[in-house]
Nanobody, 123 residues
Framework: QVQLVESGGGLVQAGGSLRLSCAASGSIFSINTMGWYRQAPGKQRELVAT???????NYADSVKGRFTISRDNAKNTVYLQMNSLKPEDTAVYYCKADLWHTIHSSQRFGEFWGQGTQVTVSA
């Protein structure tokens, strides 16, 4: 069983900062890409940032220069440092991991999502 647990969301004023964390646990063999997505009320879930196993990064245009994604492979954890937050960043933020996990001594590939953490930015 694999679980992703997010933390670090909350309420912040515009211009402020938050740091999200997402730790993966369970019968994990290896993790490929990890990423953050967000979903605002009435909108579709959208990509925020991703970081493959080689450490390269990919960002949505709306967060470039303000958000930084990083990962600690030893801890199976991905982070999202969010600076210069804007009211339009308000959403539920979800982490995602594409990983190999072990089931009955066999490795299976799957996509796993966290439960989401609320980020609210006030004007």
């Amino acid at each position: 069983q694999v679980q992703l647990v997010e933390s670090g969301g909350g309420l912040v004023q515009a211009g402020g900062s938050l740091r999200l964390s997402c730790a993966a646990s369970g019968s994990i063999f290896s993790i490929n890409t990890m990423g953050w997505y967000r979903q605002a009320p009435g909108k579709q879930r959208e990509l925020v940032a991703t970081i493959p196993g080689d450490g390269s990064t990919n960002y949505a245009d709306s967060v470039k220069g303000r958000f930084t994604i990083s990962r600690d492979n030893a801890k199976n954890t991905v982070y999202l440092q969010m600076n210069s937050l804007k009211p339009e960043d308000t959403a539920v933020y979800y982490c995602k991991a594409d990983l190999w996990h072990t089931i009955h001594s066999s490795q299976r590939f799957g996509e796993f999502w966290g439960q989401g953490t609320q980020v609210t930015v006030s004007a």
